[in-house]
């Protein structure tokens, strides 16, 4: 975005001198009225002074965003004024902060959630950049500091005029869903490089699939590739000589820095021992404990990602032959083989029945031993369809296959005349014999019996054992809303899914929306209790909740999870409770509140009203939770500040 268009030069000052914060807030105040983007000093700035009350508005590095949120706002605004002499009583998140650049933003209160977020985030997002931020410092006339907001090609000309001996490291990021982590690790990781003085390129492989791809230049000049992924990494062939750094994509906003330092020093010990080849002699073997850890996570959440949208599409093929049936009473035309309905209807059980498990295994295979594996996985995915494993027999034949791949690949390489031969014959045919053999004839029938005994003792759940199991998975869900525990439910109640029973999946379902819904029901009860900006948030998180979508209340939990981390699982867990009690089933994941068309087990009325109900149930009892503890927190706070007074 131009961040100019938002302003404008008069609201644009330069080498200004303040001696205390107040007079630096209400001379851009002032500003912001002469210029006609708010209709009345006063009440602007008591809204500003409010959002200062609640939390520091000085960061570090002498920078400083007050912002405010008013009906008195015209137009969304900001003005800027850097310091002739740094301003030193402004609370900030580092306490040694000297302001010497102040940017104040001016949102209309309908656009606190859109506009405010969009402005403060790009604003953040470039002054990491310490050039960036040294260049609006220096600017010496307005004219010079409207042109340098928007200027961010100095970055680039340097980076192209890196010296040939600048070491270069390579990246690839992904996760599960390929959007928020994929990027925030990507630019994590560039900034390390900045500051390291390491040129890094980062190819990023997200929901709009392959970005930025590495060239064969890059490739051929990089010294080491980092690999942040909770995914397999797709065409990773390509990077075979580079000495690897693998690690989560959460990891490089923590420590990338480290990993960068990590990935050079291999680089170089690489090229001292003038091997073209991955080094990979130097991990411990608590690395190559967490390495193999990641890699068997790496490869479920892969096969998982790539048999969702089996299931989705299945399953909504399924329930449109359903509801066709029942719509025009043609039940006889549904059952009739051959029929254009029951042709529909074998074509949506076709994609869960037959094609789903052999996906998975697939690409858990593929995972783990790239395309060699692809075809010993899908063996293995067949074969737990023909001796009835499911989905415990498919993951684990997967995970047999991709391993299998592996050793093979490194015991028989494909060199000389018969490399051809050994990649597309070899590979393949030996990995299909060897794994549809062990699945078969040894692993495969006691994992039948696992697995139908499971789904025995899922479809004998009743009364209190219902409600235990129900209970269990809410609680996962809403513990740490999408983390870790949350995606361990998850593929529980995929894999019962995947063999035949939508009880779990019913309950998981429904308790996605209950954290979203109870944050809008206690931001709008209990307004007093909760920040402006929380109670924005608040607004917005039960469409989140209709979508299916728990991150909606990440900022609650991380700012108070004390609190808020047992009134969320306290009512998730009811609502999964109810939901399993009453063994209504759900066979498509991902719909949100359109699930209410595709429940089972019960009537249709009857069904979406317990599930739906429930979910509602759920956020009554956390609602009360969080206005509860929040008003004993906040009553705490009052008789301790007034035993300090």
């Not at 010496?140 to 200027?151: F, G, K, N, P």
């Not at 070491?167 to 390929?178: D, F, K, M, Q, S």
């Not at 420590?255 to 020093?265: D, G, I, P, S, W």
């Not at 014999?433 to 006691?446: D, S, T, Y």
Request: charged share 20%; with cysteine; glycine share 10%.
């Amino acid at each position: 975005m131009l961040l100019k268009e938002s302003t404008s030069l008069s609201l644009l000052h330069v080498h200004q001198s303040f001696r205390t914060k107040d007079e630096v807030i209400r001379f851009l105040i002032h500003q912001l009225k002469q210029n006609g983007s708010i209709a009345s000093e006063s009440a602007f700035y008591q809204a500003v002074m409010d959002r200062e009350a609640l939390s520091p508005t000085g960061f570090e590095g002498g920078l400083a965003i007050p912002h405010g949120k008013s009906d008195t706002v015209l137009k969304a605004s900001f003005a800027i004024a850097t310091l002739e002499n740094p301003v030193t009583d402004w609370e900030s998140i580092d306490p040694e902060n000297r302001v010497e650049l102040v940017i104040l933003l001016a949102i209309p209160t309908a656009e606190a959630g859109s506009t405010h977020l969009s402005l403060l985030s790009e604003f953040v997002t470039r002054l990491t950049d310490e050039s960036y931020k040294n260049r609006l410092l220096t600017a010496s006339t307005a004219e010079e500091l409207e042109r340098r907001l928007d200027q961010l090609d100095v970055e680039e000309e340097t980076a192209t005029q890196m010296d040939e001996n600048t070491p270069l490291v390579l990246g690839v990021t992904a996760c599960p869903a390929g959007i928020a982590h994929t990027y925030m690790a990507a630019e994590a990781l560039v900034k390390a490089g900045r500051e390291l003085g390491v040129e890094v390129k980062i190819e990023k492989q997200g929901a709009n699939g392959i970005e930025d791809r590495h060239t064969r230049q890059d490739i051929n000049r990089a010294v080491a590739i980092i690999y942040a992924v909770d995914v397999s990494v797709k065409e990773e062939e390509r990077f075979e000589r580079l000495p690897k750094v693998k690690t989560s994509v959460a990891s490089p906003l923590r420590n990338a820095r480290k990993l960068l330092e990590t990935a050079v020093e291999k680089g170089s010990r690489t090229q001292q021992e003038g091997s073209n080849e991955t080094n990979q002699s130097d991990y411990t073997q608590e690395e190559e404990k967490e390495s193999w850890k990641t890699e068997v996570k790496s490869s479920l959440l892969t096969g998982i990602s790539h048999i969702i949208p089996i299931i989705v599409a299945g399953g909504m093929t399924l329930a449109v032959a359903v509801f066709i049936s029942q719509i025009f009473d043609l039940q006889d035309l549904y059952a009739e083989e051959g029929s254009w309905l029951w042709l529909l209807r074998q074509l949506g059980g076709s994609l869960l029945g037959q094609l789903m498990i052999p996906i998975l295994a697939a690409y858990m295979a593929y995972s783990i031993a790239d395309k060699p594996a692809l075809g010993p996985g899908f063996a293995a995915g067949v074969a737990a369809n023909l001796i009835g494993s499911g989905f415990l027999g498919g993951m684990l034949g997967g995970l047999l296959a991709g391993y299998f791949l592996k050793f093979l690949k490194a015991k028989v390489k494909p060199q000389g005349t018969f490399a051809g031969f050994i990649s597309f014959w070899v590979y393949p045919v030996v990995g299909t014999l060897f794994v549809g053999a062990v699945m078969l004839f040894v692993i495969g029938r006691p994992l039948a019996a696992l697995n139908n005994g499971l789904l025995e003792w899922l479809s004998g759940l009743e009364g209190a054992n219902a409600l235990l199991l129900g209970a269990i998975i809410g609680a996962m869900v809403s513990f740490d809303l999408g983390g870790p525990i949350n995606k361990a439910a998850y593929t529980f109640c995929i894999g019962a899914m995947a063999s035949g029973n939508f009880i779990p999946y019913a309950a998981f379902a429904s308790v996605k929306m209950v954290s979203a819904f109870s944050v809008t029901m206690s931001t709008r009860l209990g307004k007093g209790l909760f920040t402006k900006e929380e109670q924005e948030i608040g607004k917005q998180t039960w469409l989140l909740g209709l979508a299916g979508i728990t991150e909606g209340a990440i900022p609650f939990m991380i700012n108070d999870p004390l609190r808020v981390i047992p009134s969320l699982v306290a009512g998730s867990a009811v609502t999964g409770a109810i939901v399993a009690y009453f063994g209504i089933g759900l066979n498509v994941p991902g719909a949100g509140i359109f699930s209410l068309a595709l429940l089972q087990g019960q009537s249709f009325l009857f069904g979406a009203t317990v599930w739906f109900g429930a979910a509602l149930i759920g956020a009554v009892i956390s609602t009360f939770l969080l206005l509860y503890t929040r008003k004993h927190k906040k009553d705490k706070l009052a008789k301790e500040m007034k035993r300090a007074a």
